[in-house]
């Protein structure tokens, strides 16, 4: 079983920043593909990026050059750093973990931009 805490989302600016934290504990596997998607009012979750167990990074179109994500040393610690962030950027975001068949997911935290 593997479990997720997600940190970091609230109120922002546009062109402000925010770093989103996830804490995983439980069985993670090394090969363990861990991401972050977003859900806005009325539409359906979307992928924003996620990195593999060998750090090969994929990004969202929409969110490139402008988003990054990483994991620590551990790889038990998954981060979002999202800079020049807009309007469209509000969302739910939600960690995610997927291993072997299984997805798992965080509470999600809201992100918000806006003046």
């Known amino acids: 079983q593997v479990q997720l805490v997600e940190s970091g989302g609230g109120l922002v600016q546009p062109g402000g920043s925010l770093r989103l934290s996830c804490a995983a504990s439980?069985?993670?596997?090394?090969?363990?593909?861990m991401g972050w998607y977003r859900q806005a009012p009325g539409k359906e979750r979307e992928l924003v990026a996620k990195?593999?167990?060998?750090?090969?990074?994929t990004y969202a179109d929409s969110v490139k050059g402008r988003f990054t994500i990483s994991k620590n040393s551990a790889g038990a610690t998954v981060y979002l750093q999202m800079n020049n962030l807009k309007p469209e950027d509000t969302a739910v975001y939600y960690c995610n973990v997927a291993q072997n068949w299984d997805n798992y997911w965080g509470q999600g935290t809201q992100v918000t931009v806006s003046s």
């Open positions: 439980g069985n993670i596997f090394r090969f363990a593909v």
């Open positions: 990195i593999t167990g060998g750090r090969v990074t």
